[in-house]
């Protein structure tokens, strides 16, 4: 089934059980389409799986680092890996919660631009390395500490492996942007 610009798998459009079309309705709702690695991935898994990821989304809101934060580090991460998917929704959410666009615009700069403080720059050094080389120095360790707390460098730990597992879920499936920032961009300021 590889099509040449397609995921792996095809998309299963009209799924089977109550509990999966529900998840279809809802998150067609919220995003104004149903997303790819659902009907790719999580479709074709016991819902257990679909859920263990919704909670991952739940998790992140308990995090003491801004939302800004937490969403330049999965997309610096998707950025690195290569997931345009995670890349697409990132900025979609951001997009969402009118967050700087300019910031994430100049992801690519963010050792150099003004738009980041030093403690982002070292976040995102720790992040960089840790995506990189599966390791971290010292130094960069000892960098980043001196702007987070204990619980804030777990954090930064957390949304570091938790985007790799959606990363690699959509890599190894070959599922591409489903151009959510696109759709986020055309909805009213309300919405």
């Known amino acids: 089934m590889n099509k040449e610009m397609g995921t792996f798998l095809s998309p299963v459009e009209k799924p089977r059980g109550v509990m999966m079309k529900l998840a279809y309705h809802f998150t ?3 995003f104004g389409k ?3 690695p659902l009907k790719v991935f999580s479709v074709r898994l016991p819902l257990a799986f679909g859920m263990f990821y ?3 989304g739940k998790l992140d809101e308990k995090l003491s680092l801004s ?3 937490a969403l330049l580090i999965r997309e610096h991460v998707a950025r690195m890996n290569v997931c345009s998917f995670c890349v697409d929704i990132g900025r979609s959410l951001a997009i969402k919660a009118s967050l700087n666009q300019a910031k ?3 992801m690519e700069q963010y050792r150099t631009s003004p738009l980041f403080s030093e403690a982002e720059r070292a976040a995102l050094d720790y992040v960089s390395e840790l995506t990189k080389d599966k390791k971290v120095n ?4 000892t960098l980043m500490a001196r702007h987070y707390s204990e619980r804030q ?3 930064i730990v957390w949304l570091v492996a938790s ?3 959606y990363n690699m879920t959509n890599l190894g499936l070959n599922i591409h942007s489903d151009m959510l920032c696109d759709m986020s961009r055309q909805l009213p300021k309300s919405a």
Not at 138 to 141: A, G, H, M, R, Y
């Open 104 to 106: 994430f615009n100049a």
């Open 28 to 30: 067609g709702r919220q």
């Open 138 to 141: 010292q130094e960069t360790f």
């Open 163 to 165: 985007e790799h597992l």
């Open 34 to 36: 149903v997303l790819t």
């Open 153 to 155: 460098i777990c954090e």
């Open 67 to 69: 939302r800004e934060m």
């Open 54 to 56: 919704t909670k991952i």
